[in-house]
């Protein structure tokens, strides 16, 4: 799981290279490398973010018309300089990026030192790139074909840009099961994982499909094959110039910034589906499949991490407005049983980034299974949207803190606005009740900017308990899986270890954690499960658990048993979640800055999973 940036035409290569490797840091940020081909190799690889690469090659020379660049999240072998990418041969003769996990490494490993390799990384990509040397020289074949054949006995993923410096007018590339876009500019082509560094430069790309590999020369010209050596015909797509905004204006991190946009992002999503003046939804991936939703025997939802959180309270709201049974699946889960998708089952995945391995992998699994597949992704053009029978775009702009915020936030009023469609269709709701939701919907903004309002109250609460090593969340209904939100957020970027409960099964176990030196987090908004959840809290106070509730505005909550009390909006129950993840988000956000850590690019993890 890496990003890829690269260029072969008449221009110096590295500044392109560079700034698009910059962009695809959400893919991994452990070390990067780049290498460029001007009459000789020069390669730079160094342990780090891409900016500290950067630095190191200040001064450098970095001219040439070929550049391979890499930014790396480790699977084989730690995150150091000698596993950084770009690999070499044993010669020294061909260079190589790679994204994915060559599963067969040890086999090809074990034959290559028979006949005298040596290697001087930990990684399966090294082995790939001697393999192919093997066969070069072994056969005395051109790069192309000794790239073929070598892939041809490679068990797993791959995306590759591969480079004879002794035959520097052309690169090779290949990809399977991790994406890999060519950018066709005038006299020169682009390489990259996604098309977003590549749409500065040239809105024509071909999205490279599994089994294909290109030779790219750098006039600009191109042919697409398959290891068959089968002529395969391209297929040019025109994607939209970037206008993603790099920019971090008043903030300190993305996380922050990302936070404070929820107002305008919430609005830019749910504003275009929303006609007040009929109390119409209106999503047309919905309205022209309107029999399959009105009929589906079950809605199948998978995502992972956030996603499947925003998926859990889909399954509160689709079951209650729409009255259609849900599941919510772990996408890296659904495809290792024998999950049951039948005849007019939907497959609803969700995903940020649309580049998720596992959820593409239990997406690919459901267009099997014969389910109408539907995505709700945010990033136009990813690989999700693409293999799905219909998409919603959440359009909340890119998305750049690895701990994912506006996006949920996206997420779950999107599915609000599924849940009231269907009903809608099915007419399983009063109208009354309908009306007043979709009204409450669109006043959500605003409500979002009022909840903004208790950041200095988080702010405060962190102060209380950031040193605290752990921390529970506990939610009813919608809300448990706001309690599980709060969690992960929590723990991937202040490395606190938390739980999300739901309230009423702490007393089977998790209660034996509660002692003076654990915060917990009760998410009581729904006022329908309040007076249960004021009994969960007094558990808690009666064995000295510090109690931060989170309730709306003037729902009566006896204060004397909570340590803190945060207000939020009061709005429609069915709504409440949206409000209420929003102070968890900044208390981790805070919790996260007081313990010194880097929010916007926590240890270990990346913005996209694309690995299994
Ligand atoms: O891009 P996706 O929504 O498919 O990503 C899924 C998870 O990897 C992601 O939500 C992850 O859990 C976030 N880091 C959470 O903040």
Known sequence: MCGIMGYIGRKDGYPMVIDGLKK???RGYDSAGVAIMNGTLSLYKKQGKVNQLEQYIHNQKTNGNIALGHTRWATHGVPNDSNAHPHTSESGRIVMVHNGIIENYGALKSFLVTKGFTFQSDTDSE?????????????????????????????????????DSLNPDSVIVAKQDNPLVLGIGVDEIYIASDASPISTYTQEVIYLQDGDCAQLFDDGTYTIFDLENNTVEPSITTVKCSND??????????????????????????????????????????????????NANKITIIGCGTSWHAGLIGEYLIESLADTCVE?????????????????????????????????????????????????????????????DAVSYLSVGIEIGVA?????????????MIALKIARIKGTMETKEYKSIVSQLSELPTLIKKTLETNSMMHEVASCHYEKDHAMFLGRGANFPVALEGALKLKEISYIHAEGYPAAEMKHGPIALIDEKMPVFVVATNTSALSKMISNVQEIKSRKGQVIVLKEEGQDFPEEIADHIISIPQTHEVLSPILSSIPLQLYSYHAAKMRGCNVDQPRNLAKSVTVE
């Not at 790099?246 to 404070?260: A, G, H, N, W």
């Open 24 to 26: 695809l840091e959400y």
């Open 328 to 388: 919510v699946e772990y996408a890296s889960e659904f495809r290792y049983r024998s999950p049951i998708i039948r005849e007019n089952d939907i497959v609803i995945a969700i995903s940020q980034s649309g580049e998720t391995a596992d959820t593409l992998a239990a997406l690919k699994l459901a267009n099997e299974k014969g389910a109408f597949t539907y995505s709700l992704v945010n990033t136009e053009g990813s690989t999700i949207a693409r293999h799905s």
């Open 404 to 416: 994912s915020t506006k996006a949920f936030t996206a997420q779950v009023s999107l599915l609000t």
């Open 127 to 163: 082995v790939l790139v001697q393999y192919i040397e093997w066969y070069q020289i072994t056969y005395k074949l051109t790069l192309k074909e000794a790239v073929r054949r070598a892939l041809g006995d490679v068990d797993g993923s791959y995306a590759i840009v591969v480079l």
């Open 245 to 294: 905004n790099y920019s971090l204006e008043e903030y300190d991190s993305y996380m922050l910034k990302e936070i404070f946009q929820q107002p305008e992002s919430v609005k830019a999503c749910i504003s275009p589906r929303i006609d007040l003046d009929n109390y119409e939804i209106v999503i047309p991936e919905i309205d022209n499949h309107k029999r399959i939703f009105a």
